[in-house]
């Protein structure tokens, strides 16, 4: 298996090599950010990479968004891109270290599937621990078969089920409808909310 640290990451980024990096945000997400009404949710997207969930939040009105990312390039890229951000809402760190909480939206764009397979239960927990009662979790987790070649490493309606439900209620887990022509039929659509 290969160290997937913050010099993994910031190699991926210095050499280009972000496949994960669609150049903007996904439709499932876009779409599910527009039925959001309530401006002043407390957001946070982790493993944000370059974030353009983030940019179209900001350019939404959302302000009470947080980013994390292990990797330092990404959130170079963001304060150039959104140079009146606040800086103290883009952390450079561990998710697993992070001790804000009280989120009432946690976004999910390929960061799950990005993370050691191992380290699943601990995020399932973690993403608990950060939410607020009834808090929610939602976006996007692939759906291929769990291998050794990640990331991305892949998992199944059962394997999601089987991780999530114990903490969370499933509101929503399907196939994305909406998903980029590259990944058809390889994505799906989440909603969770702590219980």
């Known amino acids: 298996m290969k160290k997937l640290n913050k010099e993994f990451w910031e190699q991926k980024y210095e050499t280009g090599e972000m496949g994960w990096d ?10 599910y950010i527009d039925q959001l009404t309530d401006k002043n949710l407390k957001i946070l997207i982790p493993g944000a990479g370059n974030a353009y969930e983030l940019m179209y939040l900001v350019e939404n009105g959302f302000s009470n968004v947080f980013v994390i ?5 990404p959130l170079e890229s963001i304060k150039k891109r959104i140079p009146n951000f606040p800086e103290h809402q883009l952390l450079e760190g561990n998710f ?9 939206l946690i976004l999910e ?5 990005a993370l050691d397979p191992s380290l699943r239960t ?6 608990k621990q ?22 991305p490493f892949g ?13 969370f209620k499933i509101k929503t887990l399907e196939t994305a409808y909406n998903s980029i022509k590259p990944r058809a039929d390889k994505e799906l659509f989440f909603i969770f909310e702590s219980k």
Do not use: H, M, W
């Open 22 to 31: 669609i150049g903007y945000i996904s439709t499932p997400l876009k779409e």
């Open 69 to 73: 990312d292990i990797a330092k390039q």
């Open 96 to 104: 697993f270290d992070l001790a804000l909480n009280n989120f009432d």
């Open 109 to 113: 764009q390929t960061f799950f599937c």
């Open 122 to 127: 601990d995020y399932v927990k973690k993403i």
């Open 130 to 151: 950060l939410l607020k009662p009834n808090g929610k979790l939602a976006g996007l987790l692939f759906n291929f078969p769990l291998t050794e070649s990640g990331p």
């Open 155 to 167: 998992g199944s309606i059962t394997e999601y089920k089987n991780l999530f439900q114990g903490l």
